[in-house]
């Protein structure tokens, strides 16, 4: 089923958009919840919540790609689980070990306001667009999606050391290009 069916179906208040959504989707929203709980249980509960979000966010919004639509439901819905859970103690899971390798490169004052993410949202698709194809999905599988450094191996078969060096060479690159667009925003 195309995706503006469906979105008519949510839109109809029809529950037949959770099943298809689901049949579509699923299993992408379930592998990206999978890589950040490494819980059944919470994985299943993730897939219930991105749904209903959905569910409750169509209409008003009609998302032009459901599939990235729930995909980042599910990954939002996923990392505050995670960071529930690890309110308390502060475990290695890979959504911490992604957040620490991305903090050298990220400002800490950032996203202080609406205006700041956005404008580092802006940033950050600039600077992925100027990424070659490999290190663009690298980057991707890792901070979006929570790869670990064997699953992105395993996938693009390359060796663990060529996933770890793009990482450490487009975290450079990311860090250089956001300390040369501040320089320029601070001209201004």
Known sequence: MEDSEIIKLFCNRSESAVTESI???GALCRKISENILKNYHD???CINDTMMTAWNEIP???PAFLGAFLAKISRNISVSMI???TASKRSSNEVNLCIDELEECIPDSAGSNIQEVLEIRDLLDRFLESLNTKSRVIFMRRYWFTYSDEQIADELSV???TVKMSLNRTRKKLKKF???EVMIYEKR
């Open 83 to 85: 960071r529930k859970k």
């Open 43 to 45: 994985v299943e509960e």
């Open 60 to 62: 008003p919004k009609e």
């Open 159 to 161: 060796s663990i050391g």
């Open 23 to 25: 049949n579509k989707y």
């Open 178 to 180: 956001l300390e040369s």
